[in-house]
Nanobody
Framework: QVQLVESGGGLVQAGGSLRLSCAAS????????MAWYRQAPGKQRELVAR???????VYADSVKGRFTISRDNAKNTVVLQMNSLKSDDTAVYFC???????????????WGQGTQVTVSS
């Protein structure tokens, strides 16, 4: 069974740091773009950062200079290092990845179950 499993959320004080990790497991042929999204209460899910298969990155303006996304292709993982956290960063964070399950097969977007990040002011 193919799945994305996140870890690393929690409660932190403003100005602190957290590291989120997401591992893709199961029978996977290749992984394309990997990303982190977040959804705060009463708000729409938004892109936080994404990293393509060639490691080029895109960040939301609100996290530039504070968050860093990276990936380890050998381990099928993507990591989001979050520094200088603010109360506005409080949300459920979701891992997303574009997976190809078989050679020349179609691509599918998979989501993790989400991990809560709470920043106290």
């Amino acid at each position: 069974q193919v799945q994305l499993v996140e870890s690393g959320g929690g409660l932190v004080q403003a100005g602190g740091s957290l590291r989120l990790s997401c591992a893709a497991s199961g029978s996977i042929f290749s992984i394309g773009t990997m990303a982190w999204y977040r959804q705060a209460p009463g708000k729409q899910r938004e892109l936080v950062a994404r990293i393509s298969s060639d490691s080029s990155t895109v960040y939301a303006d609100s996290v530039k200079g504070r968050f860093t996304i990276s990936r380890d292709n050998a381990k099928n993982t993507v990591v989001l290092q979050m520094n200088s956290l603010k109360s506005d960063d409080t949300a459920v964070y979701f891992c997303n990845a574009v997976l190809t399950l078989t050679n020349r097969g179609p691509q599918y977007a998979y989501w993790g179950q989400g991990t809560q990040v709470t920043v106290s002011s």
